[in-house]
């Protein structure tokens, strides 16, 4: 059965995200949310699952057991939670700030595949029988350097002996685009850029599909792993149903 290899320190998987950091991911989000930036929930959200690569010692993927040990700084946040008696109290919390959320630039996505894809080649060339790899692409609009279809395909055409490498996307739109999660066809987009996305992205594996139909979402065979115009809270929930890859699904 597919995308159900264990996932162990000798046989490791390997989660790799790609986020816009152009000018434009400074903006507020579309008029249906809140006017508040989607960069600082893109960090925010990331910030739970992902670091920087520049701040690791070294060229390559950390491994998670030494993650905790190169954090950019720790910041103390505060968090609201129940105090057990039917109210909220706020409570500081100590927050490890894995790279920082910038905003310049354009979108080159094409040079992000093609970068992401030869970090995927040397993944399953190194363990040729682990877990598919996953990338997340995290972006609020079209490429600036051309299409990048082709390379998206060439990611998704890297396999391991347990199945091909798994591209997601997720669009954080200033526009007042309709939003959709999980779609299996892009019959009701009107933008490009949906449309784009969706065909970048790979059909959500079964154990990730149940996932997302435990969450609430109305997904349909051939589901793919792209969320459009997603609200702020929802990037957290995306970010955990592309990453739920060990046996029990957690």
């Known amino acids: ?62 491994p998670i057991p030494d993650h905790p040990d190169f954090p950019l700084r720790v910041e ?21 700030v894995w790279y920082d959320a910038q905003a310049n630039g354009k979108t080159p996505m094409c040079e992000a595949m093609a970068a992401a894809g030869l970090a995927i080649k040397e993944f399953v060339e190194k363990f040729p029988d682990a877990f598919p790899p996953i990338v997340l692409n995290l972006t609020d609009g079209l490429p600036s350097d051309g299409n990048p279809q082709a390379n998206a395909r060439l990611i998704r055409n890297l396999t391991t002996s347990d199945g091909a490498t798994l591209l997601f996307n997720l669009l954080i739109s200033s526009k007042e685009v309709l939003a ?13 850029c949906s449309k784009l996305l969706f065909r970048m992205s790979s059909e959500l594996p079964q154990k990730m599909w149940e996932s997302a139909k435990a969450e609430g979402h109305d997904v349909k065979p051939h589901a793919r792993g792209v969320v459009i115009n997603a609200d702020p809270t929802a990037i957290v929930r995306f970010l955990d149903i592309g990453t739920r890859i060990t046996p029990s699904g957690r």
């Open 1 to 62: 059965m597919p995308y159900s290899a264990q996932i162990t320190r000798t046989n490791p998987a390997c989660i790799l995200f790609l986020i816009d950091q152009s000018g434009s991911i400074q903006d507020e989000f579309g008029a249906s949310f809140h006017p508040e930036r989607k960069v600082s929930h893109t960090a925010d959200g990331d910030e739970n699952v992902v670091w920087d690569l520049s701040s690791q010692p070294g060229p390559d993927p950390l």
């Open 76 to 96: 103390t946040r505060t968090k609201l939670i129940l105090d057990g008696a039917g109210g909220i109290v706020e409570q500081k919390i100590k927050f490890p």
């Open 180 to 192: 959709d999660y999980f779609p299996s066809d892009e019959t009701g987009f009107t933008d490009n």
